[in-house]
């Protein structure tokens, strides 16, 4: 079952926000049901993606998930699929929809790492200083996403690409990835999706 | 004996406290609030005077001066084995803990993670309340959800957010009496740091190194909270004079003719050049000066966009109390990319000149892991001390396979503050050995997000390990050195006691004679020691109060408590 897109929680939460105007959800929009249902039918109707190639966006921070779907836009983050999806957001829409998905229970998956994958993936990102930004256990927190729990393909996926610079929306991020082999970061992926 | 004097005076005023008012129904009154009553209210004469109070902890780094030096000695070199929790204080966020307790007449004020203040008593550990910021949707940090403690005065405290505001709540009852924007955090401004108040003025910086800020520092009306005025770290002229050499005289490897001509294209780069100041400055009252350092240029690892000196990044710089105009300073790296700024905070004490003379002096303590020791009237730099940790392959420049070099780029000395004890003429730092590989990617500014201009990495297969050292500051010698099983960060604190102390990440908590290095007294607190201890008497009794909540940046267990020490009866 869909939730009610006029949770009051969500305009608690925007109304509580002050400081800078440009980066704070403006006013209580209201979230756009129709293109919830389309976000859900890729991420999840409870939070878990029905192919494990689409992230969890469920119980992600507001702030990343608001980045993520500005950069779509920009094109700063190639994604022939969501960049399709966002093309006809507003920035309001945007912060709405970021907000619904922040509010939500980030769910869990059935994922069980294998011990030596695990133990290199954890020897690998602590090499790369990871647990400096995103924090204890993978957390993640506002401009820095959670980690633990994340799909393996997805978090792979999305490693290579900032490798790669498919994805160019944190430079800091490809500098790290590019210091890795692939193999590297298959065992973080499978590290941090154990957690 | 001097130690008898300390105590007396510890007694008579917690007597006179008693006197002032009576009965438990006062101390209801406010709801819990403080058991000295009026006595809470912290004066300007109370901060300046900091560094003979042997009762109260006023400051993050003990007084003015920052010697975090504590002149009581009721615990010294002879009883320190009966030392013994008094309470242990737990508090709602178990994450990193880089909080400096503050004490006023048995009341003590530490922050936690996430910015979050609590007021205890200083005796039994008893909470009196409990603030809890309201967080905005962006905050920004480099190295862990920080706090590292309030500033106090008069009838408020003030701390600065990860949203980058600064706030100032009422000491009795918590209570938000106002809020400002300090910078706009979507940019990567955000607070760590501890603020400073002198003369009615709330000074802090700003971190943001990693993200293309543009330092400062700011001064605030305690009262109302209006900017009086704003020095940026960062000089409209940040060209400089080209240094091709470091503070101790080794070749950069600069091209100075790329960065010419990168000017030449660029422009000045000094709006994203980073150089943020995120500890606290040292204040010369009689002169109406502070001292304060600046930290990284912006990007840390790529200098092809930010061309010439990058002034005043990685400096000792002195600005006019009043004004906040420009004095003096002294940069140790020009151009730095290996992200080694200055961040300890500066100490001023009095210091022999090469010829001998003493004259007033400020010390800091580099990631380099040199003591840097300068002459406080022109900035300029006296002598540097023999370096702490192994330093190998200086300069090499990053490279983008990454090129090895030690220290790695925590240090050295991180942000930790030094300790010193005048009588003895030594300077007590906590270094960090991490051999590191330092990678260079150029990357246009990002507009707000992390900017490394490349990446730092922790070499695997290699030991890190971590060490306390003695510096003989008249000489530069070192004068003793324990080595310490991990990297070191957090602080340390003298005492008149002839003590120093200073914790781990294995979570040891630890006293050394001070004199001569022999560990005298060891505590594990179940979670890392990263934070700077603080020491105060209340009802004559002298406790060390340290916070145990491990760190984010070196990964080290994480916890949730404030400990308070006190001789066993």
């Not at chain 1, 859900?40 to 109707?45: D, F, L, R, W, Y």
């Not at chain 2, 007021?119 to 920004?140: C, R, S």
Request: hydrophobic fraction near 35%; glycine fraction near 10%; charged fraction near 20%.
């Amino acid at each position: 079952m869909l939730e009610n897109p006029r949770r009051f929680v969500i305009a608690m939460s925007l109304a509580t926000t002050a400081g800078f105007a440009s980066l704070i959800p403006a006013g209580a929009d209201e979230v756009p049901q129709d293109k919830i249902e389309l976000c859900t039918s890729c991420h999840g109707e409870a939070g878990l993606p029905p192919q494990p190639e689409v992230p969890i966006i469920w119980g992600q921070h507001f702030y990343y998930l608001y980045v993520q779907l500005r950069d779509y836009k920009a094109g700063r983050r190639a994604n022939e699929v969501m960049q399709g999806i966002v093309e006809d957001l507003s920035k309001a829409d945007m912060k709405a929809l970021a907000t619904h998905f922040s509010e939500k229970q980030w769910p869990e998956t059935s994922y069980r790492s294998e011990a030596t994958a695990a133990a290199k993936g954890e020897t690998a990102a602590s090499a790369g200083q990871c647990p400096q930004c995103h924090l204890g256990g993978y957390e993640g927190n506002s401009r820095v996403p959670r980690l633990n729990g994340q799909t393996v393909p997805y978090l792979t996926r999305t490693m290579l690409e900032f490798k790669t610079k498919v994805r160019r929306n944190s430079p800091a991020k490809s500098s790290l990835m590019v210091s890795y082999s692939d193999e590297d970061i298959e065992n973080m992926a499978k590290y941090l999706a154990g957690l | 004996m001097r130690k008898k004097s300390v105590t007396g005076l510890a007694t008579s005023v917690a007597f006179a406290a008693l006197l002032s008012f009576t009965g438990s129904a006062v101390a209801e009154e406010v709801s819990g609030g403080t058991t000295y009553g009026d006595m809470s209210l912290v004066t300007q004469d109370m901060l300046t005077r900091a560094g003979g109070d042997g009762n109260n902890f006023l400051h993050t780094n003990g007084n003015y001066a920052q010697t975090r030096y504590y002149p009581a000695r009721q615990i010294n070199t002879s009883n320190v084995n009966k030392l013994r929790p008094a309470w242990i204080f737990q508090t709602e966020v178990v994450e990193t803990m880089e909080t400096t307790p503050i004490v006023v007449n048995g009341v003590m004020y530490v922050t936690t993670a996430f910015n979050h203040v609590y007021a205890l008593d200083a005796k039994t550990g008893k909470q009196i309340w409990h603030f809890k910021h309201k967080m905005g949707p962006i905050t920004t940090y480099c190295c862990g959800p920080n706090n590292r403690g309030v500033a106090i005065y008069g009838d408020r405290i003030f701390m600065g957010t990860l949203d980058a505001k600064l706030l100032a709540l009422d000491t009795k009852t918590g209570k938000l009496l106002w809020e400002k924007q300090i910078a706009n955090p979507e940019l990567g401004y955000s607070e760590t740091m501890a603020p400073s108040v002198v003369n009615g003025k709330v000074l802090i910086g700003t971190n943001g190194g990693e993200y293309g800020v543009r330092g400062f520092v700011k001064a605030f009306d305690w009262k109302s909270g209006d900017l009086l005025w704003t020095f940026h770290s960062t000089a409209e002229n940040s060209v400089g004079v080209w240094a091709t050499h470091d503070a101790t005289g080794r070749d950069m490897l600069r091209d100075i003719e790329a960065e010419k001509a990168a000017l030449a294209k660029l422009g000045d780069p000094y709006k994203t050049l980073g150089g943020g100041v995120w500890q606290n400055p040292a204040v010369d009252l009689d002169k109406n000066r502070i001292y304060f350092v600046a930290g990284n240029p912006s990007p840390d690892l790529d200098g092809s966009l930010r061309p010439g000196d990058n002034l005043y990044t990685n400096s000792l710089i002195s600005v006019d109390l009043e004004t906040g105009k420009y004095i003096c300073h002294f940069q140790y790296i020009a151009h730095d990319v290996w992200d080694l700024d200055a961040v300890s905070p500066p100490i001023l004490t009095k210091v022999k000149d090469n010829d001998g003379n003493t004259v007033d002096g400020v010390l800091h303590a580099g990631k380099t892991g040199h003591v840097y020791v300068h002459k406080a009237d022109d900035c300029s730099l006296i002598r540097y001390s023999e370096a702490m940790v192994p330093q190998e392959n200086m300069w090499v420049l990053p490279t983008k396979e990454g090129a090895r070099m030690l220290p790695g780029a925590n240090g050295g000395v991180e942000w930790s503050p030094m300790a010193i004890d005048a009588s003895l003429g030594l300077t007590y730092a906590i270094n960090l050995h991490q051999p590191m590989t330092y990678h260079v990617e150029s990357t246009p500014y990002p507009e707000g997000k992390l900017w490394l201009g490349g990446a730092f990495k922790v070499i695997p297969g290699e030991q890190q390990w971590g060490n306390v050292t003695a510096v003989d500051y008249h000489t530069g010698k070192i004068r003793w050195k324990v080595k310490t099983e991990q990297p070191m960060i957090g602080g340390i604190l003298a005492t008149a006691g002839g003590l120093v102390f200073t914790g781990e990440g294995n979570g040891q908590f630890k006293a050394y004679d001070s004199e001569t290095g022999s560990e005298l007294w060891r505590f594990q607190a179940g979670a890392g020691v990263n934070a700077p201890p603080s020491s105060y008497t209340v009802d004559g009794k002298q406790y060390i109060v340290v916070a145990a909540g491990g760190n984010t940046q070196l990964n080290y267990k994480r916890g949730n408590n404030i400990i308070a020490f006190t001789l066993a009866d």
